[in-house]
T-cell receptor, first 114, second 112 residues
Framework: KQEVTQIPAALSVPEGENLVLNCSFTDSAIYNLQWFRQDPGKGLTSLLL?????REQTSGRLNASLDKSSGRSTLYIAASQPGDSATYLCAVLPGYSSASKIIFGSGTRLSIRP | DVKVTQSSRYLVKRTGEKVFLECVQD?????MFWYRQDPGLGLRLIYFSYDVKMKEKGDIPEGYSVSREKKERFSLILESASTNQTSMYLC???????????FGPGTRLTVT
């Protein structure tokens, strides 16, 4: 059974630092992996989606990498800003069919100190 | 711009009431999902639908039912609300399982 883990559960860094958020999954046979952001009391916003055949995806100051063989993905945030404070969740799609469903990690709560 | 809307941001209901939560998407997506999110338990899938009138149970379907009569609308029904159904409810949609999921703003339901 696929399990998705995000460690640490919370992280606090000063503004301007580059940082890495981690996501690990137990079964390397995934179809894709998605990173989301969630602000307090709000819904999730999709940040990046990496297909299983890809190694990384970039959007602005965000870069997500995928290493299927080791069961790991990282989300790199460059030059962090207070507005980056949020909970970041990763989710994997184990396989593809019309009835497939994604499996979420529990998230890392990120706080950027001004 | 893609949009998923939910009928209420906050809802307070009494134990035993029948509760309807509605979700509408304007992206012509095939797949729609209902999740609940609780501290320490993360996001859990209640039901999802990959076509009109089609539905699949998620991880925690007990006490819930769903309806999808039109492609753009997916309703979650609590037949007889209980206090343990107090939670944040999130709706999402996607073009198909391999594409990004887009989430609504959430409904915070309190059952007293």
């Amino acid at each position: 059974k696929q399990e998705v883990t995000q460690i640490p559960a919370a992280l606090s860094v000063p503004e301007g630092e580059n940082l890495v958020l981690n996501c690990s999954f137990t079964d390397s046979a995934i179809y894709n992996l998605q990173w989301f952001r969630q602000d307090p009391g709000k819904g999730l916003t999709s940040l990046l989606l990496i297909q299983s055949s890809q190694r990384e995806q970039t959007s602005g100051r965000l870069n997500a990498s995928l290493d299927k063989s080791s069961g790991r993905s990282t989300l790199y945030i460059a030059a962090s800003q207070p507005g980056d404070s949020a909970t970041y969740l990763c989710a994997v799609l184990p396989g593809y069919s019309s009835a497939s469903k994604i499996i979420f990690g529990s998230g890392t709560r990120l706080s950027i100190r001004p | 711009d893609v949009k998923v809307t939910q009928s209420s941001r906050y809802l307070v209901k009494r134990t035993g009431e029948k509760v309807f939560l509605e979700c509408v998407q304007d992206m012509d997506h095939e797949n729609m999902f209902w999740y609940r999110q609780d501290p320490g338990l993360g996001l859990r899938l209640i039901y999802f639908s990959y076509d009109v009138k089609m539905k699949e149970k998620g991880d925690i379907p007990e006490g819930y039912s769903v309806s999808r009569e039109k492609k753009e609308r997916f309703s979650l029904i609590l037949e007889s609300a209980s206090t343990n159904q107090t939670s944040m409810y999130l709706c999402a949609s996607s073009r198909d399982p391999s594409y990004e999921q887009y989430f609504g703003p959430g409904t915070r339901l309190t059952v007293t």
